[in-house]
């Protein structure tokens, strides 16, 4: 299988695992899919790791933000770390596929990537800007005035991940 076909196949698995992760809100069997999701995310990302080293990178950052968030349950305060390295997973998944999608051709869908982790980068570090002014009184207002849209930017971002995920999958496989 080509090394195409294979980010291909991988990057397919993580776009239905996050998929079924987003599903996890469904009351009762919603915690069932969210874990299933998560598996099918890592299988996915492992399986990419066998066309470029950047997803085996993306991979262990994964491994990371699972143990961390294990650890997040009993001791709490790991969030911002565990929110740093969503980010980057977010990056390197995002900057290897288009790197894979460059040298195939595809410079409409390499660019897509681009975007994506970028906005993901702003919307983490407003969102750090709106947690610290939410410390201080009458800062805290304008903290609430800017964490709406902020959520707003990162719903579209999650939404154009997923799309970049989906149309890098198809665009990596033909």
Not at 139 to 151: C, M, Q, S, T
Request: hydrophobic letters at 60%; a positive charge.
């Amino acid at each position: 299988m080509s090394q195409y076909l294979t980010a291909s196949s991988g990057l397919s698995k993580m776009f239905y695992g996050q998929i079924l992760t987003i599903l996890g809100i469904i009351p009762l069997v919603g915690w069932i899919l969210a874990i299933a999701g998560l598996v099918l995310f890592l299988v996915g990302l492992h399986e990419a790791a066998r066309a470029d080293e950047g997803y085996r990178a993306a991979f262990y950052v994964e491994i990371a933000i699972l143990a961390l968030s294990l650890l997040n349950l009993f001791l709490g305060a790991l969030g911002i770390f565990i929110s740093a390295l969503s980010l980057v997973s977010v990056y390197l998944v995002c900057n290897t596929t288009s790197s894979l999608l460059s040298a195939k051709g595809d410079l409409t869908a390499a660019a897509r990537g681009r975007l994506v982790w970028k906005i993901y980068v702003v919307c983490a570090a407003v969102s750090i800007v709106c947690s610290i002014l939410l410390l201080f009184p009458l800062l805290n207002v304008l903290g609430l005035v800017i964490i709406v849209p902020n959520a707003i930017a990162s719903l579209v971002g999650s939404i154009l991940y997923l799309m970049f995920l989906y149309r890098a999958s198809n665009s990596l496989r033909y």
